[in-house]
């Protein structure tokens, strides 16, 4: 196939350096992007006078029909063009005739390839700012639902201190939070226009960038033509974005697989979301989440391969740039696919109040408000905390818990002991003592949904 850049050589390349040089086989995802950008194209030219209203209505007119008839099935990509640029400026001059070839004039595909890049960009923050603000609605309904369910809390993966089920739930929302706070911000950037930055230097042409960039909801334009072509921060920025959703989904996933082994059974998955054995018909494995997990270290690799490809590239574009996309695709792609999966999951899983209370009973997580109480009577803390855990050391020998130990023990080891102390040590009075702001109390938990309602309008 003749080339559109022939002419200071042929445009006749090897097969072998053809294929390895095309990017039509995964570029032709920015189609919308690159057809939209290029009717806002003809229409700047024709505000300018540097071509006619009726050039312009031919181009925009035949741009139409091409996106239409992508959408419809019924013109395919031909995946011998070079690009998906080519592939539609040779389908327009197919078309409209030698009008097609005006629409190139005043733009390069170096900044054609940029434009298209952040408003497909652009359109996936959206797209994933919806699925989490989905997914943080999921947690939010299973918290309220469950925020005076008692669970342990755990540092070290060691038993700690009792708190709510929904309060854990609700620190991933908070997690969740934050990272629509940092698509939002990064949409910031991608939302800079670099059209009419050309190959490097700008053009001899008396263009409008402002108007083109206007017409495609841009809220500015790169201020430097070299940067406008070579910048690919806004796609490391949102992979990082991505990167660190990815991180709190796998977080996630492996509490939920801990949750859901027999050791722990926190809660339990629903049959859509796990899968069975092979040849053990008992297990029920939490595959999805295992995946989520297992995906988190691909988008690590597609940040980390980007930011790679960059880092001794000289200005302005280089052909190594090619290579932005498919690692961003990847990226988008598979964190969307995960936030949905981890929603469903999430909204249909049951929870296991008995075994959590059960677990948190049995771990001696009262040992701290057993020596608060002690302290409350006028001991010094030291003090209490070193009898607190030698009734926990007896707790053990006896095989019981502290709920349980007879009033009489108790003072053995102190006077100040009284029958008060078994309501400051009960599960429940534990968490809802807790009501510093942010803490576990019940309160707080509805609190803390309260506001992710208000801010949300879930």
Known sequence: MAKMWAGRTDGTTNKLADDFNSSIHFDYKLYKQDIKGSMAHALMLAAKGIITDKDAEILISGLESILADLESGKLQFDMQSEDIHMFVEQELTKRVGDTGKKLHTARSRNDQVALDLRMYLRDEVDTITVLVKNLIAALTDKAEENKTVIMP?????????????????????????????????????????PIGSCALAGTTYDTDRKFEADKLGFDSICLNSLDGVSDRDFAVELMSAISLTMMHLSRLSEELILWTSWEFKFVELSDDFTTGSSIMPQKKNSDMAELIRGKTGRVYGDLISLLTVLKGLPLAYNKDMQEDKESVFDAAETVKMCIEVMTGMIST????????????????INATDLADYLVKKGMPFRSAYKIAGQLVALCIQKNTVLEDLPLDTYKEFSELFDNDLYGEINLTTCVEKRISEGGTSFASVQKQIDYVRENLDI
Do not use: W
Not at 180 to 188: F, G, P, Y
Not at 349 to 364: D, I
């Open 153 to 193: 809390g755990y540092t070290h993966l060691q038993r700690a201190q009792p708190i709510s089920f929904g309060h854990h739930l609700m620190a991933y929302v908070m997690m969740l939070m934050r990272d629509l706070e940092r698509l939002a911000d990064c949409k910031k950037r991608i939302n800079v226009s």
């Open 349 to 364: 899983m049951s929870v296991k109040a008995e075994n959590m209370l059960k677990a948190a009973q049995s771990g001696f």
